[in-house]
């Protein structure tokens, strides 16, 4: 008898221990804060993109520029290029969500083209390629025929992180910089600040 009641305990134990290791799913709003470790998440790329592309993008000598193309382009309007965000911090940052924030904001303004650039571009470029080989005269796309880029989007993440016993501050400087190709004039530099979080916690570990 003690050998059955043994087993079951033993089975309740197990089964109990096997339900309590099932994660607990809450779907949430996607806009929603949540900062579980203090460090940079979904809240912080949407602040800064938006922040930073507005800016941008309503900048004085931006609209200056893209006036004076219009009126020396037969109203064709300035082609802009997306180039890196360098994560010059010492946290893992997917700088890849910033670049395409920014790319979403520049072709939903209307006030820039946009032209692809980076693994999308040599993408389309080897497709391009075999059309020439594999596809018939008709339907094929014609070489040397990319709209040229006459403005590239780039910036840079740096953080300072400041420790004290269990507490720590984590600031975070997120600059971008928006360049003649033609030129290499600066028409627009941002820089958003103001991401800065206090962690307290007793066993926290940067």
């Known amino acids: 008898m003690k050998k059955y ?3 079951a305990l033993i089975f309740a134990v197990l089964l109990f221990a096997a339900c309590s290791s099932i994660p607990k799913v809450t779907r949430v709003e996607a806009a929603s804060v ?3 470790s203090g460090r940079w998440n979904d809240t912080d790329v949407r602040m800064v993109s938006t922040d930073l592309i507005n800016e941008c993008l309503n900048s ?3 609209a200056q520029y893209i006036q004076e193309y219009i009126s020396q382009n037969n109203g064709r309007l300035p082609a802009c290029l997306v180039g890196s965000f360098k994560n010059d911090s010492s946290e893992h940052i997917d700088t890849s969500i910033i670049s395409k924030n920014m790319e979403i904001a520049i072709v939903n303004s209307g006030r ?3 032209v692809a650039g980076g693994d999308t571009r040599e993408e389309i ?3 391009r390629q075999d059309q020439q080989a594999n596809s018939s005269e008709e339907t094929a796309s014609a070489l040397a025929y990319e709209t040229g880029a006459s403005l590239m989007l780039t910036g840079s993440v740096k953080a300072i992180i400041d420790k004290a016993g269990n507490k720590t501050v984590r600031s975070y400087f997120v ?3 928006l360049t003649n190709i033609t030129t290499n004039r600066r028409l627009w530099m941002g820089e958003n600040s ?3 979080k206090e962690i307290k916690q007793s066993n926290y570990r940067p």
């Open 34 to 36: 949540i900062d579980l």
């Open 60 to 62: 004085p000598r931006v």
């Open 5 to 7: 009641i043994l087993s």
């Open 125 to 127: 470029r080897a497709e």
């Open 175 to 177: 600059s971008a910089e």
């Open 194 to 196: 103001e991401i800065k």
């Open 112 to 114: 820039l083209d946009f």
